[in-house]
């Protein structure tokens, strides 16, 4: 059963979705549908309640508008949270209702593997729904685990945010990693190959101490990871790393990771300035899983995917310049970059 909501509050509107036969239960957030239809990935996880899987499905809907207007790509924001039901579950049966239920949006939402689903899921998503990506690539088209993409901007986004915060590369210097899931791994293996030390986090010990044996990396709880000291903080896990708390324990100069939804209220972001920490906003570095999402939607190959991922590094050197002549945080510099495309394009529609 698909239950659509009255429209929260412009331009945002939410779907319920609820199939007890299947354990579905969650929501599609669709934030903006101005440059195209509106793309975020499905996240599965194990939400105390809906009214935190609300709050999370909002908040993530309109990172993914903003994300996805900076990164220039034809598509709105959205997404999708599912709350992961209690005990043993029927996955296929699960993501199947899911894609119905994104089938009988009409192409309203695109969706994608993101925290706590798989490649294997999208593929039952397609089973039933034109409208996913994320699945195994096809010859010649873009396609796959959009993570090691996702990886790749955020690391090279580091390097560029370094240089501009520290006035150095990242050899020899310390990375506190917060998350070692697909990306966070990924990102890790880049850091040390570039020669940084380690420092990680995470809630599986097993995924943690596998990094640790690779790559020598020093390994603490996650109530500490913030507050290590490191050059680099890098929030790879979920959202709402960076609050008042923990904003006041940071040793770093340099927040750089791949979670979204990183600041977990607007203030924070004057904080980090007050504190002389440099931020590069998230949803500007950790937009290659997307670009490779769109991608592979569009039917373009992995040399669009190359293109666009290597523009984000510069694209974030070029909103720190930009908010250090302004005076101003980044977080707020990259709002209002990405509400000027996104209200261009509502201009136009008009």
């Known amino acids: 059963m698909v239950v659509r909501l009255a429209r929260l509050a412009p331009p945002l509107e939410c779907v319920r979705l609820y199939d007890l036969e299947a354990g579905l239960d969650g929501f599609i957030a669709i934030h903006s549908t101005a440059l195209g ?5 499905c996240r599965l996880w194990s939400y105390p309640d809906m009214k935190q899987a609300l709050g999370d499905a909002v908040r993530l809907a309109e990172g993914m508008s903003y994300k996805n207007a900076l990164a220039g790509l034809p598509l709105g924001g959205a997404k999708a949270v599912l709350r992961r039901p209690e005990g043993e579950f029927d996955r296929v049966a699960l993501f199947r209702a899911f894609g119905r239920a994104v089938e009988n949006l009409g192409g309203l939402y695109v969706t994608a593997e993101d925290v706590g689903t798989s490649v294997e899921d999208m593929q039952e998503v397609a089973s039933v729904s034109r409208h996913v990506a994320g699945l195994p690539a096809v010859a010649g088209r873009a396609g796959g685990d959009p ?4 990886a790749k901007g955020v690391f090279e986004s580091m390097q560029v945010a370094a240089e501009f915060a520290l006035g150095r590369d990242l050899s020899g210097l310390t990375v506190a990693v917060q998350g070692t899931g697909n990306v966070g791994a990924d990102l890790c293996r880049r850091l040390a190959e570039a020669g940084a030390r380690l420092v990680i986090a995470d809630v599986n010990p097993a995924r943690r101490d596998r990094l640790q044996a690779v790559h020598g990396a020093e390994v603490v709880d996650v109530s500490e990871i913030a507050s290590v000291d490191a050059d680099i903080f890098a929030p790879c896990a979920l959202g709402g790393a960076l609050d008042r708390e923990t904003v006041g324990k940071l040793k770093a100069k340099l927040v750089c990771g791949a979670a979204n939804n990183q600041l977990a209220t607007p203030d924070v972001a004057a904080l980090l300035m007050e504190r002389g920490i440099a931020y590069a906003p ?19 190959d992995e040399g669009d995917v190359k293109l666009r991922v290597a523009e984000i590094a510069p694209r974030v050197g070029a909103l720190l310049e930009r908010a250090a002549r302004e005076g101003r945080s980044p977080a707020l510099v990259a709002d209002e970059m990405a509400e000027e495309v996104i209200a261009g394009a509502q201009r136009e529609a008009a």
Do not use: C, F, R
């Not at 239809?37 to 990935?41: E, K, V, Y």
């Open 37 to 41: 239809p509106g793309a975020g990935g």
């Open 282 to 300: 998230d949803y500007v570095v950790n937009a290659g899983g997307i670009i490779n999402v769109s991608a592979e939607y569009l039917g373009e």
């Open 147 to 150: 993570s090691p993409w996702t």
